[in-house]
């Protein structure tokens, strides 16, 4: 009995990794289309009410970024063909803390293109490469499921964007106690 009881821990175990994993993927794969939608409702329930986003400024009240996709400049934007493109993210998860590491590009349609046309597919003038980042999302199990904690965005032509690869999903989050340790060392 103990060895069906070992086994089944250790099934359901995988079983929890692996939906972890899903959920987590699936957070990050809606935010370009919920973006690019300005589907904010949407958005705003991937956040903890406490999460922070830095852009390179500092970090911000995750509000801040959300209040943009109410902006007349974002609406702008959608007519111009705004796509937020993600890459696959690296994800390490620790419990209930979780670091995810992606690339993210906006795209926008590109008005003064050459056309071309490409068979079976239509003519187009194209699409420019606007931005393209480093991302690092930290997340935490909630009651609702996985929620951002802090995101940290790094444009890759700054060496910051490289530093926050390099630091990557691998280093796990660190826990509650080891930051204190951390902090009472500083």
Known sequence: MPVKRSRRDSLEKRLRALEDRLAILDLIASHPPATDSASRERAAAWWCDDGVVD????????????????SAGFKDAQGQGICHFSGLPQIEIDGDKAVATSYLQILAADPKGEPFALAAHGMSKG??????????????????????????????????????????????PRRASQAKRSEARA
């Open 55 to 70: 852009m390179g400024e500092g970090a911000k009240d995750h509000r801040a970024m959300l209040a943009i996709l109410d």
């Open 127 to 172: 699409y420019r490469v606007l931005r393209l980042s480093a991302n690092r999302w930290e997340l935490v199990r909630t009651r609702q499921g996985w929620r951002i904690k802090s995101r940290t965005w790094r444009g890759m032509d700054s060496p910051a964007a490289r530093a926050l690869l390099s630091r990557g999903a691998a280093s796990k």
